[in-house]
């Protein structure tokens, strides 16, 4: 479709293309649908000159509802502004709840796209692989998998479309949203303090409920130049199960980006940015490590996760076609794999358990990390330098010439612990408020109470200092600790909080509460009402305390 518009909403196009015609389909061919009509994305109808808006992508999610009947529009949550932001369910049979796919031996895997809403391909690419899928006589996949997909997460930040949104992008030339939700936060920052609606909703709707093996994050690069036109990474944290990380970073992504450069003709590189630009020889280096980052986050849960960067530097077709393209090799892969995939995550929660039961001096969580090359180098296709001053600009810019070039450079992306502390069996928190254990239970994480008053020795943290960041971030001062250990006796009455970490989600669990984790509730200011006494300059002591050694206790759980 080479058609000229341009008109404010396209609410009407997507009914009007709603043709017997093939749409033009940037990167694959797919079997000629069993629908005898095409319905065509916002991007598609507007030959990529424009990307969808809310009300674009729910009128789409209606008319394809029309052509299927393996598809349910569930609520991911009500948006800041109001907007009740869809979370799609697809499956053959289309399951009522977690349960059903579970019985039916189906593996979930949930792809978000939109989190940035300048970043907009996965937003497109979504929405022609649900067609692509759905359409087809016998939709692909299905018979192993269900698919949860949330087509717009941030749908506040998507309806602020500015041509001078994102600029550095080639298209789409009416422009994109912003980065931030209707708050003003990063979305992709909140993955622990969980205080947009968005994050909140990804936790009950999707993470805690249907507990997908693999969470897909959909985004765009900002800086370097190459050739291939899909960047991605997987959850860095060490914390998380070594063994799914090494899983993902050997053997699984080497094999979804095979599959994409063979069967969909393109290339994939390892998500990150030169260390140096100006000397590139130096190494490529990969994302921060924290789990305020989706993707880490959902490794320190123990599941799998693949963060999608598609190249800023490409047109916009050629970004959507590329997340699409991803996104086929993905389910491919996940498909032909899904029981390997369940197993492997269903072995990850069985070794944390057990760890948890009987914790020994091996297990321990890191809390300060490096960044050391693997093994193995990272090819990046890209091209020889220069530099350019523009007039007017502070730094001098480093632009790539005609002339092409290959680096075959050591990648940084092994965030490896430097310094660690003991995980313990549990953590008591004697707390007279619930915010905490809300917080705790909205991720998933199981919290007991004592039924009874008991003397236990424990672990403490006695801080000797806590400072605020300088800098607002996310809209908190965040708190950098310094405090000394101590094994100690002490009396825990009844009502005392406890979390055991012969739990699943064990790791996660310490992320929140190990007092010297870097991306913790203490860090994000959840403790400040509680380390900071009233009428004392002693700062207390911090009130969640390590249980070293298992006991068993008695206990109930909170609703
Ligand atoms: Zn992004």
């Known amino acids: 479709m080479h058609r000229r518009i341009k008109i404010q909403s396209y609410a009407a196009l997507i009914f009007a293309l709603v043709l017997a015609v093939p749409a033009a389909h940037p990167a694959v061919q797919t079997a000629p649908a069993a629908a005898p009509q095409k319905l065509l994305t916002v991007a598609e109808a507007t030959d990529y000159k424009a990307t969808s808006r809310y009300a674009d992508v729910m009128i789409y999610l209606r008319a394809l509802q029309k052509m299927t009947p393996y598809l349910r529009v569930e609520t991911l949550c009500t948006s800041p502004e109001g907007k009740d932001v869809p979370l799609v369910i697809v499956g053959n049979p289309l399951p009522a709840n977690p349960l059903d796919a579970r019985n039916a031996g189906k593996t979930v895997v949930y792809i978000q796209a939109n989190i940035h809403a300048g970043e907009v391909e996965g937003k497109e690419a979504v929405l022609m692989l649900l067609r692509d899928i759905l359409t087809q006589a016998k939709p692909a996949y299905l018979d192993k998998l269900v698919l949860l997909v949330t087509p717009i997460f941030n749908s506040d930040g998507n309806d602020k479309i500015d041509p001078k949104n994102r600029t550095q992008q080639p298209g789409p030339e009416q422009g994109v949203g912003v980065r931030h939700n209707g708050q003003g936060l990063d979305l992709n920052r909140d993955a622990i303090k969980a205080e947009s609606p968005e994050f909140q909703g990804l936790l009950r709707n999707v993470l805690v409920r249907w507990d997908p093996v693999l969470l897909v994050d959909c985004h765009t690069t900002d800086g370097a130049w190459h050739e291939q036109t899909v960047t991605y990474a997987w959850p860095v944290n060490p914390n998380g199960d070594n063994a799914l990380i090494e899983f993902e970073r050997g053997k699984m992504l080497p094999a979804i980006v095979k599959i994409m450069k063979d069967k969909y003709k393109t290339l994939g590189l390892e998500y990150g940015g030169f260390r140096d630009f100006r000397a590139p020889e130096k190494g490529w280096e990969t994302l921060e490590p924290q789990p305020r980052y989706t993707t880490n986050y959902i490794g320190v849960r123990n599941r799998l996760g693949i963060l999608d960067e598609n190249y800023v530097h490409a047109d916009?077709?050629?970004?959507?076609?590329?997340?699409?393209?991803?996104?086929?090799?993905?389910?491919?892969?996940?498909?032909?794999?899904?029981?390997?995939?369940?197993?492997?995550?269903?072995?990850?929660?069985?070794?944390?358990?057990?760890?948890?039961?009987?914790?020994?001096?091996?297990?321990?969580?890191?809390?300060?990390?490096?960044?050391?090359?693997?093994?193995?180098?990272?090819?990046?296709?890209?091209?020889?330098?220069?530099?350019?001053?523009?007039?007017?600009?502070?730094?001098?810019?480093?632009?790539?010439?005609?002339?092409?070039?290959?680096?075959?450079?050591?990648?940084?992306?092994?965030?490896?612990?430097?310094?660690?502390?003991?995980?313990?069996?549990?953590?008591?928190?004697?707390?007279?408020?619930?915010?905490?254990?809300?917080?705790?239970?909205?991720?998933?994480?199981?919290?007991?109470?004592?039924t009874e008053p008991v003397t236990l020795e424990v672990q403490t943290f006695k801080l000797k200092e806590i400072k605020g960041a300088a800098q607002i971030y996310q809209g908190h001062r965040t708190n950098t600790v310094k405090g000394e250990y101590a094994l100690e006796k002490k009396d825990f009455a009844a009502g005392t909080y406890y979390v055991s970490l012969a739990q699943p989600l064990a790791p996660l669990a310490a992320y929140l509460l190990e007092p010297e984790s870097d991306d913790g509730l203490l860090a994000w200011n959840f403790f400040d009402k509680e380390i900071v006494p009233q009428w004392s300059r002693d700062l207390a002591a911090y009130p969640v305390f390590k249980l070293m050694k298992p006991a068993a206790l008695a206990k109930q759980a909170v609703r």
């Open 316 to 450: 916009f077709k050629t970004r959507v076609a590329g997340n699409y393209a991803f996104l086929r090799a993905i389910l491919d892969y996940s498909a032909d794999h899904a029981a390997e995939l369940q197993k492997l995550v269903d072995d990850a929660d069985a070794r944390t358990i057990a760890r948890g039961l009987n914790p020994s001096d091996k297990d321990q969580f890191g809390v300060e990390f490096e960044l050391k090359a693997l093994p193995n180098p990272v090819t990046v296709l890209s091209f020889e330098m220069e530099t350019s001053q523009a007039p007017g600009a502070r730094f001098p810019q480093m632009r790539p010439t005609d002339k092409k070039k290959t680096y075959t450079i050591p990648y940084f992306a092994d965030w490896t612990p430097k310094r660690t502390v003991p995980l313990p069996a549990g953590y008591l928190l004697p707390l007279p408020s619930a915010e905490v254990i809300q917080k705790l239970q909205l991720h998933g994480i199981l919290v007991e109470r004592l």
